[in-house]
């Protein structure tokens, strides 16, 4: 059974900086492309980065293109979303999502998701 | 980025009846041998996106045939065939063409 799970989430001020780390299990890891994807409260669905099952090349939304970095340990089976300069817009359910395929596809698995809030 | 939109924002449907939300993307996210980069998601209050369909028209796994997608170029359908009370969510269309992967804003479906 597929399982992601993230964490790291919580309340900072902003311009401050948060981790979220996503842990894989249930499949080929390393087979795998990976995305991040958010939602701010009552609002629609926002695709914010990828990463390549290798972890060579990496993608970004304008919105967080020079503020946010994705990673990933293929040998820890994890994602990570490094969340500098945060502002209150990113304020948002962050969910970690499998993508079907090594560089390009639909997201066939979805975390849970985690909370980030920014608030002063 | 390329841009999807969806119409309508929401629809309210009888138990048993056809539910059609539409998809439309800006640029086309389709290829010249008709590979059409579209998925489709629903989304429960309080859950995350469930993948229902992609290649605009293959049914995920697990996914009940009242579920079917169609289209190519631009223009994209969801269809629920006969509205179930579980179907009750907001539905998502999305390109993943290129990046941005982009989302349609989303479709709020309400039993009638």
């Known amino acids: 059974e597929v399982q992601l799970l993230e964490t790291g989430g919580g309340l900072v001020q902003p311009g401050g900086s948060l981790r979220l780390s996503c842990a894989a299990s249930?499949?080929?890891?390393?087979?795998?492309?990976m995305s991040w994807v958010r939602q701010a409260p009552g609002k629609g669905l926002e695709w914010v980065s990828g990463?390549?099952?290798?972890?060579?090349?990496?993608f970004y939304a304008d919105s967080v293109k020079g503020r946010f970095t994705i990673s990933r340990d293929n040998s820890r089976n994890t994602i990570y979303l490094q969340m500098n300069r945060l502002g209150v817009e990113d304020t948002a359910i962050y969910y970690c999502?499998?993508?079907?395929?090594?560089?390009?596809?639909?997201?066939?698995?979805w975390g849970r998701g985690i909370l980030v809030t920014v608030s002063s | 980025d390329i841009v999807m939109t969806q119409s309508p924002a929401s629809l309210a449907v009888s138990p048993g009846e056809r539910a059609t939300i539409n998809c439309t993307s800006g640029?086309?996210?389709?290829?010249?041998?008709?590979?059409?980069?579209v998925a489709w998601y629903q989304q429960k209050p309080g859950q995350p996106p469930k993948l229902l369909i992609y290649?605009?028209?293959m049914r995920e796994s697990g996914v009940p045939a009242r579920f079917s997608g169609s289209g190519s170029g631009p223009h994209f359908t969801l269809t629920i065939s006969s509205l179930q009370a579980e179907d009750v969510a907001v539905y998502y269309c999305?390109?993943?063409?290129?990046?941005?992967?982009?989302f349609g804003p989303g479709t709020t479906v309400e039993i009638k």
């Open positions: 999502a499998k993508e079907a395929g090594a560089t390009n596809g639909w997201h066939d698995y």
């Open positions: 249930g499949f080929n890891f390393e087979a795998n492309a």
């Open positions: 990463i390549t099952n290798t972890g060579e090349t990496t």
């Open positions: 640029p086309s996210v389709s290829t010249s041998n008709i590979k059409n980069y």
């Open positions: 290649w605009a028209s």
């Open positions: 999305q390109q993943y063409y290129t990046t941005p992967r982009t």
